[in-house]
């Protein structure tokens, strides 16, 4: 039968979560009144706030009277469409479908409800028409209290996350009114990019599937969405250019593709709750897919002295290739607004480059000798020159690092190999070299295990490595990797859901954010609001929520 | 990818010609004999009949079948909405399309009734011009027919449906084909369950075991005590089952030839009993004062015996089946341990200080001989206890060698349900699917008389870690490995690989029915799961 040993029981719960933060001395969750707090007071926050003050104080919310308002002198008004679609969202998500009238007949006494959220932005230019990039400013300050609660952001960026957190602290009492403490937020990120990898090629995704992740990103607070949109096995990006790559090389021309219109679509729905798109084209190697459409791109591979009609990674000794690469990320920089554009660089199989004569010759006359990674490093180095003169900064996967390619200095390093000890030397060598660098290893949210995995994945943390703090400051995120090779539609959302909340709340809370029985506590409730918001969530251990997931 | 969808490459007009020798049987599990030929008959929802032969013992009115045409038009047709107007791509391609009749022969009555143990699941298919013939014993064999020949039919790649010219013969090698899921420790709306036995149809499934209640919480709402998923639920009105929801679950599952068989798991695995039924839990003590704990069901007193005898009388009135599940697993003995009064019985009884025996005088003494029913029980009652009435059942469960296990029980006389290997809530990275698919349930040293003892096997789909958001992706295609394994010969599927495409193609199937069931490994289908 079950054997799955007793329930976990938790004791009292860690109020004093924070206060174990480097950034704040004083332990800063304290009730103003020196009350004991109830968990649905603040416990749910998720990822958890750099410093929370929370009362026992509660106001009500009505769907009736309750406004999102633009502060006096906030730089962002009703022009500013990224607030405007927010305070809709947020609307849905702190009152779903409550009836107005309910909230009339249960009014409280005058002086208990919280009527407005102010929202100003402080700095002159709000940014609101604007795309978010790595460099956005994400702080915000919230003040909760009555009769209007005030949200102060230098920009929409941080506007958007303080939004979240207030629909956080929102909560149902007992006659399904809404409740909100009076609470005092004050919150920044502890790294810039914190990035969810989906992978579009082995498996398709709907665009459907795509829109409701990032939805779910901006519940966790996550800034990146790292698109590896082509790999071996299908190419589904439409290229304006190059319209027989996906064409020939997406599992279906019409029905299994991106076309410009969705990829816009992705771009400004992400936009609009300031998560950058970073799309992927990881060459010279997996790049099967794109042979079909692009002839003379891939390596014909040899057997003995004949073509066996197999191809290998993008050929390095053509110029075609690179009149190729020049116009397509030509195009690509155009199309994903993103000051950084990933350029892959991982696993290139070095056999049927050494299978062909055409390349033996080549390395011959280039002095490569029998050393293909001198080859790859050609290959790689004239890339970054053609995506260099499109003004894009790029991100590479750690080989093109370990490879020795001359990188530019803002060049992102991607590190994704090897156990806990080797991507953390891995990261003290990329930092000491004075790279920038952002962690995915431990991350790999596809490789799934029995039980409670999120475990080990709140557990990593991207500055444990030998090092300086001049090489910590090097560490600018991580990125949740969700490979697609047992992944589709069919199970992507309930596998990256909660399990990438736990990166989320690494990636954003401060350091010492590390208990992990009051991390369940919230993340089980965090779940649980996911799953209202529509978002199919999986559990983390026996349980319920209160609605539970109706999109059987 | 796909295989189906490698048509894609063929030349417009060349797929027709060749006919096709589909590059895989499409049908999952794998009939006992099927012959396929390349000829190839078009079919158009517009002229496409379901009807009773003249000589069947079934007639129109027959709900199962009925109901089973509706469905399957729909599944063979899905862009017909059911409505027969489809074949819109047809229009281009045949002015007048030829008619095709499936023929509907049953030899025996009735189909009012339920599935049962012994029920006859062979039927016999020939697909030739113009028509289909289906012939089974019993209304439960032509629904496995009927989905035998929705699975047949597929479609070009202008969109027009197809079948092939077809002969199956075909039966089940086990009769008891289940899938048990757990409603306690996560509750799964009623949707979910509904969507589940679909599947389980398309699988050729045929046991539902629902493993109602457990300790974390009590959906079943009794009609003689409410206070059970009263105080026992997760939440007394969203969180159960009403005894109309329990009805619907047994019609839906009837409909398609599916038993329930409901577990009411004791004396262990019951703390959430206790919210709703004062003093039936032993209560532990700490020394010499009750510890404000409880422990398993308390054996020792009369009222609980009453209780028990009630609830059962009730839930094998509300469940038809001729089999119950008693659970008896997992007892957890140091709260009888510490509590005096049962150390007094124990004393009185003359059971020393064996708690296995008291354990017996529970469930095999008393709760077993309640009933006029199959107990089915999991292997612990075995393990711990003499056992010697016929009408156990016994489930091998417990990881390690159980087949050895299987070969005890049987040796014993008993019979056996496997389910040991095909635990899918344990998950892991990669085609996990491949060691269910690998099991062999008789393959242990024994006569034949042992070997027909194993009545089959079931896959289970504990609770813990699942509930509605990720329930489906878990099971389908997972579940399908131990389907076939139960339902085909082993002999004939015996090559994990050779199953892959057919899966491949078969969870693909699943889909397009709108069944969320996750990808093997990568590729693509012609229709992706449309939710998210």
């Not at chain 1, 206060?19 to 958890?48: I, N, Q, R, T």
């Not at chain 1, 026992?56 to 962002?76: D, I, K, M, P, Y």
Request: with cysteine; charged share 20%; net charge negative.
């Amino acid at each position: 039968m079950a054997a799955m040993g007793a329930l976990l029981k938790f004791g009292a719960l860690l109020l004093a979560a924070v206060a174990a933060c480097v950034a704040w001395e004083d332990g800063d969750v304290w009730d103003y009144d020196g009350h004991k707090l109830k968990d649905s007071d603040f416990l749910a926050l998720w990822p958890l706030p750099q410093k929370v003050q929370s009362s026992a104080v509660s106001f009500q919310l009505s769907a009736s009277r309750f406004q999102f308002t633009h502060a006096e002198g906030s730089s962002a008004g009703s022009d500013c469409s990224i607030l405007q679609n927010a305070f809709r969202r947020y609307f849905d998500y702190i009152f779903g479908f409550t009836k107005k009238d309910r909230d009339q007949r249960r009014r409280n006494a005058a002086g208990s409800e919280v009527l407005e959220l102010q929202v100003a932005i402080t700095s002159p230019d709000a940014e609101c028409d604007g795309f978010p990039s790595l460099t956005s400013d994400e702080s915000y300050e919230l003040s909760v209290d009555q009769p209007s609660a005030v949200l102060k952001a230098p920009k929409v960026w941080g506007a958007l996350r303080g939004l979240e957190t207030f629909s956080q602290l929102v909560y149902e009492d007992a006659y399904g009114a809404r409740n909100i403490n009076k609470t005092g937020v004050s919150d920044f990120p502890r790294f810039a990019h914190r990035g969810v990898l989906l992978d579009s090629s082995r498996h398709y995704l709907p665009l459907k599937v795509i829109l409701a992740n990032l939805e779910a990103m901006a519940m966790n607070k996550y800034n990146v969405f790292h698109w590896h949109i082509s790999d071996d096995q299908s190419f589904p990006y439409v290229s304006r250019m190059f319209p027989d790559l996906s064409q020939k090389g997406s599992y279906h021309p019409y029905t299994h593709v991106y076309t410009p219109a969705d990829v816009k679509m992705v771009i400004e729905f992400a936009r609009m709750r300031g998560i950058r798109v970073i799309a992927e084209f990881d060459t010279p190697g997996h790049t099967q897919s794109w042979g079909f459409g692009q002839k003379d791109l891939l390596t014909p591979c040899y057997t003995g002295s004949s073509p066996s009609g197999t191809y290998g990674p993008v050929n390095p000794i053509l110029n075609t290739t690179y009149d190729f690469m020049a116009g397509f990320f030509k195009e690509i920089s155009t199309v994903f607004p993103d000051a950084y554009v990933h350029l892959g660089g991982d696993e290139v199989d070095f056999s049927c480059w050494k299978s062909n004569p055409d390349i033996q010759k080549f390395m011959d006359q280039q002095g490569f000798g029998k050393d293909y990674s001198k080859l790859e490093s050609f290959y790689i180095q004239r890339l970054l020159d053609i995506v260099s003169s499109t003004d894009k900064g790029y991100m590479v996967w750690q080989e093109v690092f370990d490879n020795g390619v001359k990188l530019k200095m803002d060049t992102l390093i991607h590190v994704w190999k090897g156990n806990e000890a080797q991507y953390q030397a891995e990261m003290a060598r990329v930092t000491g070299a004075g790279y920038r660098t952002l962690l995915s290893t431990p991350w790999y949210l596809n490789r799934i295990s029995y039980g409670q995995d999120w475990r080990d994945a709140y557990k990593a943390d991207p500055c444990n490595f030998t090092g300086t703090d001049a090489q910590k400051k090097l560490v600018i995120g991580g990125e949740a990797c969700l490979w697609g090779e047992y992944v589709d539609a069919s199970n992507l959302t309930p596998r990256l859901w909660p399990r990438a909340s736990a990166v989320a709340e690494r990636l954003w809370s401060d350091q010492g954010v590390r208990d992990i029985s009051d991390a369940y506590v919230r993340l089980v409730q965090h779940r649980c609001r996911m799953v209202e918001r529509g978002i199919p969530a999986e559990p983390l251990f026996t349980g319920y929520c209160r609605h539970e997931y109706s999109g059987v | 990818m796909s295989s189906r969808c490698n048509l894609r490459f063929l030349i417009p007009g060349l797929a027709l010609l060749l006919g096709g020798v589909p590059s895989v049987l499409a049908v999952w599990p794998q009939p006992q004999q099927i012959r396929n030929s390349a000829e190839r008959y078009s079919l158009s929802a517009r002229a496409f009949l379901f009807k009773h032969a003249d000589v069947s013992a079934v007639r129109s009115g027959c709900d199962v079948l009925d109901q089973a045409f509706t469905r399957y038009f729909t599944l063979i047709f899905p862009e017909s909405g059911g409505g027969g107007t489809g074949g819109a791509h047809n229009r281009y391609f045949w002015t007048e399309a030829d008619p095709f009749t499936v023929e509907v022969n049953v030899a025996e009555g009735p189909c009012d009734g339920y599935p049962a143990e012994g029920s006859i699941e062979n039927y016999k298919l020939t697909v030739s011009p113009g028509q289909a013939v289906l012939t089974s014993v019993t209304v439960w064999g032509a629904l496995r027919g009927l989905e035998s020949l929705s699975q047949l039919v597929e479609q070009d790649d202008y969109g027009a449906y197809y079948i092939n010219k077809t002969e199956i013969e075909d039966f089940p090698r086990f009769q008891f084909r289940g899938l048990l899921l757990d409603t306690s420790r996560h509750y799964l709306p009623l949707q979910a369950i509904l969507k589940t036995l679909d599947a389980m149809a398309y699988s050729k499934l045929n046991v539902f075991h629902w493993h109602i209640v457990d300790d974390p919480s009590f959906p079943y709402q009794s009609r003689k005590y409410p206070d059970l998923s009263k105080k026992g639920a997760y939440h007394p009105f969203t969180h159960i089952y009403t005894q109309t929801d329990v009805r619907r679950v047994i019609e839906h599952a009837r409909l398609r030839g599916i038993r329930v068989l409901a577990e009411f798991d004791s004396p262990g695995h019951t703390q959430s009993w206790g919210n709703g039924q004062p003093s039936l839990l032993t209560p532990c003590y700490r020394g010499d004062v009750p510890s404000g704990t409880y422990g398993p069901v308390n054996p020792i007193l009369d009222s609980t015996y009453v209780f028990m005898a009630n609830l059962l009388k009730e839930v094998t009135s509300v469940f038809p089946d001729s089999y119950i599940h008693l659970g008896g697993d997992e007892v957890d003995f140091s709260c009888w341990k510490s509590n005096p009064d049962i150390k007094a019985f124990m004393k009185k009884m003359g059971f020393g200080s064996d708690f296995t025996k008291l354990e017996s005088f529970y469930i095999i003494v008393n709760i077993s001989t309640m009933l006029n029913r199959s107990s089915v029980v999991w292997q612990d009652v075995f393990d711990y206890h003499e056992i010697n009435r016929p009408r156990y059942v016994v489930e091998v469960w417990k990881w390690g060698c159980y087949l050895c296990e299987v070969r005890r029980v049987t040796k014993a006389g008993h019979r056996v349900l496997l389910s040991a290997p095909w635990y899918i809530n344990h998950i892991s990275y990669g085609q996990d699917w491949r060691n269910s698919y690998t099991v062999q349930p008789q393959n242990f040293s024994g006569t034949e008389e042992q070997k027909k003892l194993v009545i089959g096997g079931e896959v289970c789909m504990w609770g813990e870690y699942v509930d509605a958001t990720n329930l489906s992706p878990r099971l389908w295609p997972r579940a399908c490995a131990a389907a076939e394994r139960l339902w085909s010969d082993e002999v004939q599927t015996s090559s994990v690989d050779q199953a892959f495409p057919r899966l491949t193609d078969f969870r693909c199937r699943l889909l397009r029915r709108g069944i969320q069931a996750e990808p093997l490994y990568v590729g693509h289908c012609k229709n992706e799961y449309q939710g998210i």
